[in-house]
């Protein structure tokens, strides 16, 4: 019986680190896939507190043989790695000519686990 009990414990300590184990990014705005005039700002919403560890944005430039995106020119972005929050608010510092971009994200959630991604809009002309 001490071995069911043991055993229930150390399963029940093993879910519950699966549970937490990586921020997943929720809707974002502009949100993925999206047709829209430059935005000033990208809101980042995760499940869970976070600290961005890196963060690129990048034009499309079209897609590679293989399917893969192929990268053009990467628009500055400042973002601050001390910041933890659920939401965080990136500043668009130039306007984003019409085109495909796409924003690639990395993070460190309160747990201490690292999360990337990446989220792709359209900045339609006039």
Known sequence: M???VALSFVL??????LAHAHAKIIPTVPADGDFVA???SLLLNF???VSLTGLGLHTIT?????GRTVEGKVVGLVFDP????????????ETLLPGEY????????ADSHFSTGEFFFT???D
């Open 62 to 66: 079209g897609v590679s043989a293989e």
């Open 102 to 109: 796409y924003l690639l994200w990395r993070c460190i959630a």
């Open 2 to 4: 001490k071995q069911h």
């Open 123 to 125: 900045v339609k002309s």
């Open 47 to 49: 499940d869970n507190d």
């Open 82 to 93: 001390t910041v933890v929050a659920r939401s965080i608010v990136i500043e668009i510092p």
């Open 38 to 40: 430059s935005p000033q």
């Open 12 to 17: 029940a300590i093993a879910l519950c680190g």
